[in-house]
């Protein structure tokens, strides 16, 4: 099921070259900002808003691709205090998590990221590269 | 299973007077500040700190009961245009998940509330039963 209007659905966003792993319902992608490093959004492949709207065997097995994702963030960073799980929506409706390891040298390690003002910072081809597989080594299957 | 020095375990967050409802694996609390209307605190009864120290059975069982609350918090206010679902842990890792609906009368709609500066609102004793029993009155078993 997808929406003809949305950019989640319509394989616009997040760009193919962020792409980290695809899963049963969703597919990981490096979010744009490494400011906070390994930010990564999990998106669902079908269209929906809302958790209740999944039936629940999806919401059991989206949660299991959330907790792997989040456990895999966890191993491929050194000294992670939390994980955050956000499932907002409020820009783009179609579900996507933000999924963001929060390290030892995090500069606001009290406050939700959104506080965090900051120069968004995108990484060259060849750190994203390395960044993506880093990830991708700590992945199992889920 | 509880840990001694976590607030969340030893009953004293959040107050009891602001409960909504008891599920299996967590109880859901009327947040302190309603600015944001609905915003309600889901917190699981164990002790945990990240959804990947779960179960599969109780991550299956505790998204259920945070699709449930969000369902209850759709239906009790009118014009809800997206709830938003975050877990962090920031500043108490015991897991608790804030949900939010965000209204259409929402003073920020696209961002997320952590960016929203505002004074705290706190409801009155009389507020805060209505309140509390129109959420009661939109949840159903899950």
Do not use: M
Request: with cysteine; hydrophobic share 40%.
């Amino acid at each position: 099921v997808s929406q003809p209007a949305c950019p989640a659905c319509g394989g616009g966003w997040p760009p193919a070259d962020q792409r980290i792993a695809e899963f049963p319902l969703s597919v990981a992608y490096l979010h744009d900002d490494q400011f906070f490093p390994g930010w990564t959004l999990l998106v669902l492949k079908r269209h929906a808003t809302e958790l209740f709207e999944l039936t629940r065997e999806e919401r059991a097995q989206l949660i299991e691709e959330v907790s792997a994702v989040a456990r895999a963030l966890h191993g491929a960073f050194g000294g992670v205090r939390k994980v955050n799980y956000e499932l907002l929506g409020n820009q783009l409706a179609h579900i996507h998590w933000h999924l963001v390891p929060r390290l030892a040298d995090d500069p606001a390690p009290s406050r939700p990221v959104w506080e965090v003002r900051h120069e968004p910072k995108r990484l060259s081809a060849d750190q994203r590269i390395d960044r993506l597989a880093r990830i991708r080594a700590c992945l199992s299957p889920c």
